[in-house]
């Protein structure tokens, strides 16, 4: 839960980046680390275990500057995707405010998708959150796997795989290659302060 | 076939870079099970052998994968971070509450030595004395150390760092923890074991596995033939809901209350499961978001 100091005018909110194992969660991380250096508040710190898989989280803080007289910091976080790494998950999700769940295109991971976006769905309800009213974004990485001939599905596959009842903002995206990642965080930062706003009531 | 093989090699190689070992594998497969199957490929030993080695190589990195330690210790910077990301309590507001849940945020990553070190600091502070000393225990326990948390009990209670009331909150906690855990028994008959055993009646609870989403056939009405994909939006025991926009008419129709579906899909976490349900309740929904919508309960027969 954002944390939002009156006195000093500054709100701290947390951004969680979920989805299935290998789906390109990490890769959104260090782009934005890469290229948003600007509002980089810090390092980026990434706990992995072999094969560079995530084991607890990666962590990156952001310094938005001044919006609408008010400090904005964001932690940007990843959950890890593998499945038995469920309680973990859980406790990273936690004091959530606005979450981007990154779909793998790839055929194959077609089901991993489905039920790791149920995994999200159950872990909010446990924390007292409700799927359809949290500040979320959706995206569909890996896009750039079709040019090497490898068979990824239609966008109009995955919207109806994961999106169908959702209805929330989407992007394709490319991670490694930096394409639709800023797109991304931006609509996942606009929805969660939009919805911050109308909590705190900061901007008024 | 040889593009096949090569379309399939490549993915498969794709899948290994990815880290999708699973799926890098069962490509594989299929390029062996072609190559088997082939009489006309001139090179097909040299072939089946090169793929062995790919496969093997592949073995490795799912073992080494299989190896790493779940939870590793990790640098002290590492540790404050956690403790400092995850305990919610207002800082400015209660020190030690904070305190307590960085501590609890330690032990859930596995990092025991670290949350040890902290609850044992924190004992000191009345107000949150007894929570630390139960983390303690339970830290013990999931080190697989029961000894350790039996002698750490009888340490306590030699001593006057627990109020009577205190001390059996303490040891109330232990008794339920270790029933859980199926220890009990150990730790009762354990030398030195000086705690209560109290008999607490177990819950039996039937266990059903979660469904995120069906694949329903219909064998008659407007889709009969087809297989329609629906997410499960809530479950409860072996009837999990549906929700269905009111778009959707032909469907709400053909789920009418009592109708048997005999083919459906149930996609759990561990696999897809073919079985059959039967249509118990159809609801409007009134308000919110999905108003107009229709919820549609399944029981589930068989899976």
Redesign the interface.
């Given at each position: 839960?954002a944390?939002f100091n009156i006195k000093k005018r500054e709100i701290e909110c947390k951004i969680v980046y979920y989805g299935p194992?290998?789906c390109g969660k990490t890769s959104n991380l260090e782009y934005v680390f890469k290229s948003y250096k600007k509002q980089v508040g810090g390092e980026m710190?990434s706990?992995n275990?072999?094969?560079?898989?995530t084991?607890?989280f990666d962590?990156l803080p952001m310094d938005l500057g001044k919006i609408k007289g008010c400090d904005v910091r964001v932690?940007l976080f990843t959950v890890p995707g593998q499945?038995?790494y469920a309680?973990?998950r859980k406790?990273v999700l936690?004091?959530v405010d606005g979450i981007v769940f990154v779909a793998d295109s790839?055929d194959?991971?077609r089901?991993k998708n489905?039920?790791s976006?149920?995994?999200l769905q159950?872990n909010l309800k446990d924390y007292g959150l409700n799927i359809?009213k949290v500040p979320l974004v959706m995206q569909y990485n890996k896009r750039d796997?079709a040019d090497?001939?490898?068979?990824i599905m239609p966008i109009e596959k995955m919207e109806?795989?994961l999106n169908?009842?959702l209805k929330v903002p989407s992007f394709p995206a490319s991670a490694v290659k930096g394409e639709g990642v800023g797109k991304t965080l931006q609509e996942c930062l606009k929805l969660t302060l939009h919805s911050l706003q109308k909590q705190f009531s900061w901007a008024q | 076939m040889t593009k096949n093989i090569k379309a399939l090699l490549l993915q498969a190689e794709l899948f290994r870079k990815q880290g999708l070992l699973g799926d890098a594998r069962k490509k594989y497969k299929l390029v062996e099970e072609i190559l088997l199957k082939s009489d006309k490929l001139p090179n097909k030993q040299k072939l089946l052998e090169g793929l062995a080695k790919k496969v093997a190589a592949l073995d490795e990195d799912v073992k080494a994968v299989e190896r790493a330690p779940s939870t590793p210790e990790m640098s002290s910077h590492v540790n404050e971070l956690i403790k400092k990301l995850f305990s919610f309590a207002e800082k400015d507001k209660d020190e030690n509450d904070a305190a307590l849940e960085g501590a609890i945020a330690l032990a859930k990553f596995g990092q025991f030595d670290g949350a040890l070190e902290e609850f044992h600091k924190l004992l000191q502070v009345m107000s949150v004395r007894v929570s630390a000393a139960k983390n303690i225990l339970r830290c013990h326990l999931e080190m697989g150390n029961p000894d350790g948390a039996h002698t750490q009990l009888a340490q306590w209670q030699g001593s006057d760092l627990f109020s009577p009331e205190q001390f059996e909150k303490v040891t109330a906690f232990f008794d339920e923890i270790l029933e859980k855990k199926g220890l009990k028994k150990e730790i009762a008959q354990a030398p030195g074991a000086t705690a209560e055993v109290s008999v607490m009646e177990e819950d039996e609870e039937e266990e059903f596995l979660d469904i995120s989403a069906v694949a329903i056939t219909f064998d008659s009405g407007p889709h009969k033939g087809e297989q329609v994909e629906l997410d499960v939006s809530f479950q409860s025991g072996n009837v999990i809901s549906l929700i269905i926009s009111s778009r959707d008419e032909h469907l709400i129709e053909s789920l009418k209350v009592g109708v048997r579906l005999d083919d459906v899909h149930f996609y759990s976490p561990v696999a897809i499961f073919r079985g059959s349900g039967i249509v118990s309740a159809k609801t409007q929904i009134k308000s919110g978001p999905k108003k107009g919508d229709f919820s549609i309960d399944i029981k589930i027969e068989s899976l």
């Open positions: 839960m944390v194992g290998r710190v706990i275990t072999e094969g560079d898989r084991l607890f962590f932690q499945v038995q309680s973990t406790l936690r004091g790839l194959v991971r089901e489905m039920l976006l149920k995994d159950q359809f796997l090497e001939g490898i068979p109806k795989d169908r009842q | -």
